[in-house]
């Protein structure tokens, strides 16, 4: 299995909803990561976990919770998002000298 | 601050043209420079540099990696169609805790008939 897996492929919330990204990954990868892309910029960092800790957090916002349940998992919890949030979400996850493999992406939007 | 720098910013060619993608980095720790083409969805791998001057190939795209001048070509030959996506450079970094992807943004290739 050489895939990272993201669901739900699509997201429709509203400000006062509460909901999870999930990523999974079966690589044996021990670092996972999310990454935020907003229409026509590059991704940009959001969290990463290396060996189920948090290691990074790019000062992002509270109202986005991330958690590592196991090497495998990644979510990411949503909370009060503002329209502004509305993007495409992406995992991926790494090894060394192996690359990064991203997800497919949820594609969020905050109404 | 680790940066990625792409240009150009966006190409437009004539199919069967050759184009040559650049990316410049300034990087903590640099660990490898990738290259991703992206469509509508996430970015699709194509090359992961390590060593400077060694070529990777794969069809008709083949890249470049030159770590004394921070600098990375992406060579796309005989273009079609179907190469028509957004481009982009990510350098890695060690952190010491763990590594990041820092990502330029994008070299946007339109080919046309």
């Known amino acids: 299995d050489t895939e990272v897996t993201q669901t739900p492929k699509h997201l429709v919330m509203g400000m006062t909803n509460k909901k999870s990204l999930k990523c999974e990954q079966h690589m044996g990868h021990r670092a996972m990561y999310w990454y935020k892309q907003k229409a026509k910029k590059p991704p940009e960092l959001m969290f990463v976990?290396?060996?189920?800790?948090l290691s990074i957090n790019e000062s992002v916002p509270s109202r986005f919770s991330p958690e590592c349940p196991n090497s495998s998992l990644l979510n990411l919890h949503l909370h009060a998002l503002q329209p502004e949030d509305s993007a495409l979400y992406l995992c991926a996850s790494s090894a060394w000298g192996d690359g990064y493999t991203f997800g497919s992406g949820t594609r969020l939007t905050v109404v | 601050e680790d940066k990625v720098v792409q240009s150009p910013l966006s190409l437009v060619v004539h199919e069967g043209d050759t184009v040559t993608l650049n990316c410049s980095y300034e990087v903590t720790n640099f660990r490898s420079l990738l290259w991703y083409k992206q469509e509508k969805k996430a970015p699709t791998f194509l090359f992961m540099l390590t060593s400077s001057g060694i070529e990777k190939k794969s069809g008709r795209l083949s890249s470049i990696l030159d770590k004394k001048e921070l600098f990375s070509i992406l060579n796309i030959t005989a273009t079609q169609t179907g190469d028509s996506a957004i481009y982009l450079c990510a350098v890695e970094g060690d952190t010491g805790t763990a590594s990041k992807l820092t990502f330029g943004t994008g070299t946007r290739l339109q080919v046309t008939l």
């Open positions: 976990y290396s060996y189920e800790k």
